[in-house]
């Protein structure tokens, strides 16, 4: 049995076409293998906290010696790293704001990624091991990927690969929706196309 760890982080609702084609592909995985079970977080409606001088010493002190208020600091860092360490599937629907991810993804990475929890400080090595990440993209625009003419903008698809891969995810796979903002006709060729990456997924899985 599979389990997945399905994070939606669009500040829209219904209308976000990363969210539609996260949701599709959690969908056609479970219809593959009914055994499958899923852990849902929306980062898009959920407020992850920044970075704060009372996480970084929470964090850095020894879990026997931390004060209660300290562990209620690190309470849902530690409760979504433990989403990470249980699922053996992620899918992430992200879209991309201003060339990188939506703020509260990159809040949600400060918050799981941690000396000798995530990762072995020293020797950087990553504690998330045999996991398996496929990332739904949406961008306005287009020509983000290598050679293309906007690659060099392209922050959202290095930032999750180093992020993760740091943590000893390097099995990753970018399903992209382009061009959504270049009108309906245009945009349902997109999904179109990502609908059938997913249906090519399922089956080579």
Do not use: C, W
Not at 24 to 50: F, S
Not at 94 to 112: E, G, H
């Amino acid at each position: 049995m599979t389990h997945i760890l399905h994070l939606d982080a669009s500040a829209r609702g219904t209308a976000s076409h990363s969210r539609t084609i996260s949701g599709e592909l959690v969908q056609a995985l479970k219809a593959a293998d009914p055994t499958m079970t899923v852990t849902y977080r929306d980062l898009g409606h959920q407020a992850i906290p920044y970075v704060s001088e009372e996480f970084i010493y929470a964090m850095y002190t020894p879990a026997t010696a931390r004060t209660p208020e300290q562990n209620s600091v690190l309470a849902l860092s530690d409760e979504m790293i433990a989403e990470l360490f249980a699922a053996d599937t992620y899918v992430f629907g992200i879209p991309m704001y201003n060339f990188s991810t939506p703020a509260v993804f990159k809040s949600y990475i400060d918050q799981v990624v941690r000396a000798n929890v995530t990762f072995k400080p020293g020797v950087y090595e990553g504690l998330l091991k045999n996991k398996k990440a496929i990332v739904v993209t949406a961008r306005g625009g287009g020509g983000y990927g290598a050679g293309e003419a906007r690659a060099a903008y392209n922050i959202q698809d290095p930032l999750i690969r180093i992020a993760f891969g740091f943590m000893g995810v390097t099995d990753i796979e970018f399903i992209h929706i382009e061009n959504t903002s270049g009108g309906d006709d245009v945009a349902n060729g997109q999904l179109a196309a990502a609908r059938a990456k997913i249906a090519a997924l399922v089956q080579a899985n």
